[in-house]
Every structure is written in structure tokens, then in C-alpha cells.
């Protein structure tokens, strides 16, 4: 068990925050004053640090550069109405980080680094967190490799670090989505559930493609047959079909295992409506919106919570939703938004007090 006292603390000697206004502040822009870093070595995490963000120095032999093992999480704290900071579940964060980190055989992180750590830096600079509808701190915990070697193996060296990140609106305007049959993201046996740098790298020439045709985002397909749907960018899809909401089920660990979709099946629950979380095929969501019975479909996840998608472009159909008239996502919005700003009981236990 590390305690408090195990953590080295060096405060920056001036902030940075007298000098800004954190009020519709753009998505990862800026740092807080501080960041905390801990290095794996010799089969053990060593002393934490906590510390003013800086920039550090690495060999161009860095392994994590040349092959990947690069995970990292998102997580955002916010303050209630009477001032009081939290962070939105940060333990699940905290086990997904560590099936990441499995999957690309890097060392897992023990619960009072990544738990207790985060806690210690989001009090260091808790006035960083915006105290506004749609603000929030971004948390950012990730890991690498460092060995100083260029040959493909795991790596005996590694360094955790967390960074925090002051942020307005993301992701505001409903979205329009091109359903991607050629080009994939995650295959049955392949790392889609884990948060690791290469699924964002090799998501970015499809996205650019889908961009220069005018959308937003892609849906991405399953890999085998290009039918069934599984996310899109950093976000779970829903899809409010008559009474029923449907979602792609995480068996086949082709998708990201969302914390904000998790959060959503609760709260579809609590509305009454059913939820299923099974495979998906864009046949049944293209029959559906020919029959009048696709209601809403809309992307969950921690950067934009909830953001409605006003449009897929399936090959040549073209389903195009009235997003005003729409009553569930708006409603699932506002009860996270009412739970994370304290108005609303947290009956689930998701505000972890910093
Ligand atoms: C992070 C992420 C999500 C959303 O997960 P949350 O825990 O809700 O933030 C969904 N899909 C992908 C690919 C992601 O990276």
C-alpha cells in the first residue's frame, strides 16, 4: 500500500490559472500546473511524483515510438454546486486500464498509483476545474514503453504518468455519420476493447476520408462482413429503435467497453425502456428508419458525454433524423449532468470526493 506520504510533491512555484479564463476553453489544449509521473523498473513501480507539467526528455530509441505499447485512459472530474470536486469513476477507469495493459503486455498499475495518485493531483489543482454547465477537468492517465532499444519485445522499462486538462463543450453540435465498409478498426482476437495508441492511429485516414466526404465521423463495421455496427470515433453508439434501445455488446471485444455506455444502460433503465446489448446490423437499422421506428441514435462517451447523430450515410441511403424532436438522449443528458453537478442524488455511487 503506498500512502499519501509516499508521494514526492513539488509544487510549481507560480500558476499558470491567473493568466487564463477556463470559460469555453477548446478540448486538450491546455495543463494544469501539475502532472504526476512514476517509473516501472526492475519489475516495480518506483517512487510516485507529483509535479509542475514539464516537458521531458527521451531517447530517439524510446521503444514506445517504434512499436506501440501505449495505452492511456480519459476521465473528468467536475464540481458540484457548492464547490465540492469530484471525479466521475474513476475505478472503472482504473480496470480498464489494466485490461489495456495486459493485452499489450505492460506491467498493470497498482490501485493506489492510479487511484489514490489521481486523487492527490485533482486536489493539487482543483481550482483548474471549471465550475460551469458542459466544463469539466479532463483526467489523462497513460503509459508507455521506454526501453532504449530497437528490437520488438516488451519492454522492461515503462513510465505512468497523469496529466489534467481544463475543458468547456466537446463535441456540441449533433453529428453526421458514413458508415464504414471498407477500412476497419477492430477484428475478433484484436485489441478493439483496449485503449492503445495504435487504435487512434489507424483510425485517422478512414475518419480523414470520411471528413473530406463531409462527415464527421465514421461508424465503423465488423471486419468480416462489414454489417454489423460497433462504435464510432472515441463513442458507443445507441440506437433507439421502437421502445427497445440497442447497443453492440462487448463479447466480441471488437468495441470499447465505455464507462459514459455503461452509465446510459443504467439510465435507459431507469426511463423504462429495455436495452439490448446484441449484434446490430445496419440492415436492421436501415429497416427500421424505412419503417418509421428509428427514433434516435446517438454516441456515448467521456469527452462529449452524450452527442445526438443527426445523420448515416450507408453506401447510398441516407437516413436523416429530426434530432429536435427528440426526448431520450436529451433526458439521459441531463440526468448525468444532474448527477455530476450534485442536483440530482448520485444513486449509483459514480462522484468519487476528491
Ligand atoms: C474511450 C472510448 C470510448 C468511450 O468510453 P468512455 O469510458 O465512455 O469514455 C468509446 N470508444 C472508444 C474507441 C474509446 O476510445
Given at each position: 500500500?503506498?500512502?499519501?506520504?509516499?508521494?514526492?510533491?513539488?509544487?510549481?512555484?507560480?500558476?499558470?490559472?491567473?493568466?487564463m479564463s477556463l470559460e469555453n476553453i477548446s478540448f486538450g489544449?491546455?495543463?494544469?500546473?501539475?502532472?504526476?509521473?512514476?517509473?516501472?523498473?526492475?519489475?516495480?513501480?518506483?517512487?510516485?511524483?507529483?509535479?509542475?507539467?514539464?516537458?521531458?526528455?527521451?531517447?530517439?530509441?524510446?521503444?514506445?515510438?517504434?512499436?506501440?505499447?501505449?495505452?492511456?485512459?480519459?476521465?473528468?472530474?467536475?464540481?458540484?454546486?457548492?464547490?465540492?470536486?469530484?471525479?466521475?469513476?474513476?475505478?472503472?477507469?482504473?480496470?480498464?486500464?489494466?485490461?489495456?495493459?495486459?493485452?499489450?503486455?505492460?506491467?498493470?498499475?497498482?490501485?493506489?498509483?492510479?487511484?489514490?495518485?489521481?486523487?492527490?493531483?485533482?486536489?493539487?489543482?482543483?481550482?483548474?476545474?471549471?465550475?460551469?454547465?458542459?466544463?469539466?477537468?479532463?483526467?489523462?492517465?497513460?503509459?508507455?514503453?521506454?526501453?532504449?532499444?530497437?528490437?520488438?519485445?516488451?519492454?522492461?522499462?515503462?513510465?505512468?504518468?497523469?496529466?489534467?486538462?481544463?475543458?468547456?463543450?466537446?463535441?456540441?453540435?449533433?453529428?453526421?455519420?458514413?458508415?464504414?465498409?471498407?477500412?476497419?478498426?477492430?477484428?475478433?482476437?484484436?485489441?478493439?476493447?483496449?485503449?492503445?495508441?495504435?487504435?487512434?492511429?489507424?483510425?485517422?485516414?478512414?475518419?480523414?476520408?470520411?471528413?473530406?466526404?463531409?462527415?464527421?465521423?465514421v461508424l465503423w463495421t465488423d471486419a468480416i462482413e462489414h454489417?454489423?455496427?460497433?462504435?464510432?470515433?472515441?463513442?458507443?453508439?445507441?440506437?433507439?429503435?421502437?421502445?427497445?434501445?440497442?447497443?453492440?455488446?462487448?463479447?466480441?471485444?471488437?468495441?470499447?467497453?465505455?464507462?459514459?455506455?455503461?452509465?446510459?444502460?443504467?439510465?435507459?433503465?431507469?426511463?423504462?425502456?429495455?436495452?439490448?446489448?446484441?449484434?446490430?446490423?445496419?440492415?436492421?437499422?436501415?429497416?427500421?428508419?424505412?419503417?418509421?421506428?428509428?427514433?434516435?441514435?446517438?454516441?456515448?462517451?467521456?469527452?462529449?458525454?452524450?452527442?445526438?447523430?443527426?445523420?448515416?450515410?450507408?453506401?447510398?441511403?441516407?437516413?436523416?433524423?429530426?434530432?429536435?424532436?427528440?426526448?431520450?438522449?436529451?433526458?439521459?443528458?441531463n440526468r448525468m449532468d444532474d448527477i455530476k453537478a450534485g442536483?440530482?442524488?448520485?444513486?449509483?455511487?459514480?462522484?468519487?470526493?476528491?
Open positions: 500500500m503506498i500512502a499519501a506520504a509516499d508521494f514526492i510533491i513539488t509544487k510549481a512555484e507560480r500558476s499558470k490559472l491567473s493568466s489544449k491546455y495543463f494544469t500546473d501539475h502532472m504526476l509521473e512514476v517509473e516501472y523498473a526492475d519489475g516495480e513501480w518506483k517512487t510516485v511524483e507529483i509535479k509542475p507539467y514539464q516537458s521531458f526528455s527521451i531517447a530517439p530509441s524510446c521503444a514506445a515510438l517504434h512499436y506501440g505499447q501505449a495505452i492511456f485512459e480519459g476521465v473528468k472530474a467536475y464540481k458540484n454546486q457548492d464547490g465540492d470536486a469530484f471525479i466521475f469513476r474513476p475505478e472503472e477507469n482504473f480496470k480498464r486500464f489494466n485490461i489495456s495493459a495486459r493485452r499489450m503486455e505492460m506491467p498493470e498499475v497498482p490501485e493506489e498509483i492510479f487511484i489514490e495518485g489521481m486523487k492527490q493531483l485533482v486536489k493539487l489543482d482543483e481550482g483548474w476545474i471549471p465550475n460551469k454547465p458542459d466544463h469539466a477537468l479532463y483526467i489523462r492517465p497513460f503509459m508507455f514503453g521506454c526501453d532504449e532499444m530497437i528490437g520488438v519485445k516488451p519492454c522492461d522499462t515503462y513510465k505512468f504518468m497523469i496529466i489534467l486538462s481544463p475543458t468547456g463543450p466537446y463535441y456540441s453540435a449533433p453529428m453526421r455519420l458514413y458508415v464504414e465498409e471498407k477500412y476497419v478498426r477492430a477484428v475478433e482476437g484484436g485489441v478493439g476493447y483496449a485503449k492503445t495508441a495504435g487504435n487512434y492511429g489507424s483510425a485517422m485516414f478512414p475518419t480523414a476520408e470520411a471528413k473530406r466526404k463531409g462527415y464527421d465521423q454489417k454489423y455496427v460497433q462504435e464510432c470515433g472515441t463513442m458507443n453508439v445507441f440506437f433507439i429503435i421502437g421502445n427497445k434501445a440497442i447497443t453492440p455488446g462487448l463479447e466480441e471485444g471488437t468495441i470499447l467497453a465505455g464507462i459514459t455506455r455503461d452509465c446510459t444502460i443504467q439510465l435507459l433503465n431507469e426511463l423504462g425502456l429495455e436495452v439490448e446489448e446484441r449484434r446490430l446490423s445496419i440492415d436492421e437499422v436501415e429497416d427500421a428508419y424505412t419503417k418509421g421506428t428509428l427514433r434516435e441514435v446517438f454516441g456515448t462517451g467521456t469527452a462529449a458525454t452524450i452527442s445526438m447523430i443527426r445523420e448515416l450515410c450507408h453506401k447510398d441511403f441516407i437516413m436523416r433524423l429530426d434530432t429536435d424532436s427528440w426526448t431520450i438522449a436529451p433526458k439521459i443528458k442536483v440530482a442524488v448520485d444513486k449509483y455511487g459514480w462522484m468519487l470526493k476528491v
